[in-house]
């Protein structure tokens, strides 16, 4: 009995061994079957040092790439300087940058804008050049905003309207002075504008609505000329009147020195004569003040046309 059990348990052992061997074979077949073509095979044993530093790397890069762009500019750039003094060493101190020569887009527009855009001007665009003439393209130019500030001093500044103004109607239906917003007694100016612009002397005539104030401040020095030439023009008139009355004055003289004493009855009956008209003047002048003007009858438009036709076909 006990014989027969053992070779019964050596004869288990075998097949035990025999079908293990078929159960990796098949796992090897069904593991080639599916395995899929850009699938790496896979290590049964221990990695070597050098493949598994390089799947550390690749990890790692792959974290740190999705780290990076998930940051700004501005963090991005912070991190890689403190990585550069962690391992280099330094001072933050030395990468600050000097903000001195640094430029807004406004910078650009105020150092290369120009009043009026000439075909001379726009040759050798560069690109500061392109963005002024792109703001001013967006600038209208119908009327001008002026600044009257030192009109004393007959300095005056003008610039075209941007689109705010335009749609409030500053310039046009407002006062076109910087600093005034009356509605009232607009008056449209045309204005020869010289300026000096990067060094060459300029002139446009440009178009301003201002009000009665702001129009005596644009002809300030205008209009102290024009009341010399009137002064003047006045005391000549003046002289040559008296000149004609001194020569009318000296030749009735004459005329009285050449006639006889007979004419003196002519002479008096002409002063009465005088006499009577001027009594009859002041007559009429005090029965003008002593009641209203006579009523004239005014005769009505269609009446004076009346008139007129009548008078055509007569």
Same mark, same amino acid.
Request: proline fraction near 1%.
């Given at each position: ?15 035990? *061994? ?28 221990? !990695?070597?040092?050098?493949? !598994? ?36 060493? %330094? ?52 009327? *001008? ?31 076109? #002075? ?6 009232? %007694? ?27 104030? *702001? ?60 006499? #009577? ?38």
């Amino acid at each position: 009995m006990h014989g027969h059990g053992g070779y019964d348990s050596d004869f288990s052992d075998d097949e035990r *061994c025999g079908e293990s061997s078929k159960r990796k074979k098949r796992t090897v077949e069904d593991d080639l079957l599916l395995q899929k073509p850009f699938q790496k095979e896979k290590h049964g044993k221990v !990695a070597h040092k050098q493949v !598994a530093a390089e799947l550390l790397d690749r990890e790692e890069a792959r974290n740190r790439r999705f780290h990076l762009i998930a940051m700004d500019a501005y963090q991005r750039h912070t991190k890689f300087v403190n990585d550069y003094i962690l391992y280099y060493g %330094g001072k933050k101190e030395d990468f600050k940058r000097l903000g001195e020569n640094d430029k807004t887009d406004l910078d650009v527009i105020r150092e290369n804008h120009r009043f009026l855009w000439n075909e001379e001007d726009e040759m050798d665009m560069t690109w500061e050049k392109r963005l002024a003439k792109k703001y001013y393209d967006k600038l209208f130019k119908e009327y *001008c905003i002026a600044d009257l500030s030192k009109y004393k001093e007959n300095k005056f500044g003008f610039r075209w309207r941007v689109e705010k103004e335009v749609i409030s109607g500053k310039g046009q239906f407002f006062c076109g #002075n910087k600093y005034c917003d009356k509605k009232e %007694g607009l008056k449209s100016w045309e204005v020869n504008f010289g300026y000096i612009e990067h060094g060459e002397k300029r002139n446009a005539l440009v178009k301003l609505r201002l009000c009665q104030e *702001c129009s005596i401040k644009l002809n300030f020095h205008h209009r102290k000329e024009i009341k010399s030439k009137k002064r003047k023009d006045k005391t000549k008139k003046d002289c040559e009147e008296s000149s004609h009355k001194k020569s009318r004055l000296s030749s009735a003289e004459e005329a009285s020195k050449k006639k006889d004493k007979g004419h003196s009855s002519s002479k008096k009956s002409e002063d009465s004569l005088l006499r #009577n008209s001027d009594e009859e003047e002041s007559a009429s002048e005090s029965e003008l003040w002593k009641g209203p003007l006579p009523e004239t009858d005014e005769k009505s438009q269609e009446e004076e046309f009346d008139e007129y036709f009548q008078d055509l076909f007569l």
